[in-house]
T-cell receptor, first 116, second 115 residues
Framework: DAGITQSPRHKVTETGTPVTLRCHQTENHRYMYWYRQDPGHGLRLIHYSYGVKDTDKGEVSDGYSVSRSKTEDFLLTLESATSSQTSVYFC???????????????FGPGTRLTVL | AQKVTQAQTEISVVEKEDVTLDCVYETRDTTYYLFWYKQPPSGELVFLIRRNSFDEQNEISGRYSWNFQKSTSSFNFTITASQVVDSAVYFCALSSYNQGGKLIFGQGTELSVKP
């Protein structure tokens, strides 16, 4: 199994509070991704990173920001959480040797976030 | 635009039956990759297979097999002699070089295998 951990695994927070989710990898993979999973939508890409300090938006990026200061860590921040951001968040990594590569993505265990 | 459609939201079978999960995709790219992932009740996402657009050969891995047909833009997944442990949500996904390798997921098919 790919060495990917996510923290916290569960979080309950209130509307308007900031929340940061952490993804940590031990594989030294270049690409890291944040997805959210909601019923009826499968998984949708929020943001991704193709290297330290290199990030880009995905399909559902509004209300989220990311940072990657080290290869092994990719942080997802909800600046002011809303109830619509209640979801399960998955981090993924990919070796992706060149930009635009389509290597397999391996997923972390997920974080269940509830915004009241 | 790229799209993946899994028309079967839920499937229920009895153990030992064969079951096929359908996946239809849309892309204008000529180089692309198709994936299947399994999400068991415990919630993690498990990678099953990756197939590139230039390889239409069917693949078999134990009780699992995949049928890739470019003519119908389909990448179907068959489980032979299903078992209770196969109960999970299965996702089909698409990525392409021109889209930066981003994964586009279908909505998933929930398979329930009853003893």
């Amino acid at each position: 199994d790919a060495g990917i951990t996510q923290s916290p695994r569960h979080k309950v927070t209130e509307t308007g509070t900031p929340v940061t989710l952490r993804c940590h990898q031990t594989e030294n993979h270049r690409y890291m991704y944040w997805y959210r999973q909601d019923p009826g939508h499968g998984l949708r890409l929020i943001h991704y990173s193709y290297g330290v300090k290199d990030t880009d938006k995905g399909e559902v990026s509004d209300g989220y920001s990311v940072s990657r200061s080290k290869t092994e860590d990719f942080l997802l921040t909800l600046e002011s959480a809303t109830s619509s951001q209640t979801s399960v968040y998955f981090c993924a990594i990919s070796e992706a040797r060149t930009q635009g590569s389509t290597d397999t993505q391996y997923f972390g265990p997920g974080t269940r976030l509830t915004v009241l | 635009a790229q799209k993946v459609t899994q028309a079967q939201t839920e499937i229920s079978v009895v153990e030992k039956e064969d079951v096929t999960l359908d996946c239809v995709y849309e892309t204008r790219d000529t180089t692309y990759y198709l994936f299947w992932y399994k999400q068991p009740p415990s919630g993690e996402l498990v990678f099953l297979i990756r197939r590139n657009s230039f390889d239409e050969q069917n693949e078999i891995s134990g009780r699992y097999s995949w049928n890739f047909q470019k003519s119908t833009s389909s990448f179907n997944f068959t489980i032979t002699a299903s078992q209770v442990v196969d109960s999970a949500v299965y996702f089909c996904a698409l990525s392409s070089y021109n889209q930066g390798g981003k994964l586009i997921f279908g909505q998933g098919t929930e398979l329930s295998v009853k003893p």
